[in-house]
């Protein structure tokens, strides 16, 4: 079966930095995009950061340019997220993304809270 598993959330105080990190199973990694999304309360859930499969091209969400880096590693199959300079607006669950075509899976998040 497919398993995407965040890990490495938790609470900083604003300003601080947190690295997560989705581990993939289950699926030939290598095949498939990855993407990090977040939900916070009362707010839709919204695109943050995408790696190709090969890992050469990323993007990011205007709000979370320059403050976080998308990488991958196609030997560990793992994908990582450093947030650094944490805003409160960036509290949320956050969730890893692996599609191709009409294959979409998706993890069961990890908490990001922001706060002094």
């Known amino acids: 079966q497919v398993q995407l598993v965040e890990s490495g959330g938790g609470l900083v105080q604003p300003g601080g930095s947190l690295r997560l990190s989705c581990a993939a199973s289950g699926i030939t990694f290598t095949n498939f995009h990855m993407s990090w999304y977040r939900h916070a309360p009362g707010k839709e859930r919204e695109f943050v950061s995408y790696?190709?499969?090969?890992?050469?091209?990323?993007s990011y969400s205007e709000s979370v340019k320059g403050r976080f880096i998308i990488t991958r590693d196609n030997v560990q199959n793992t994908v990582d997220l450093q947030m650094n300079s944490l805003k409160p607006d960036d509290a949320a669950v956050y969730y890893c993304?692996?599609?191709?075509?009409?294959?979409?899976?998706w993890g069961q998040g990890t908490q990001v809270s922001v706060s002094s």
């Open positions: 790696i190709s499969a090969g890992g050469g091209s990323t």
């Open positions: 993304n692996a599609a191709r075509n009409v294959q979409n899976y």
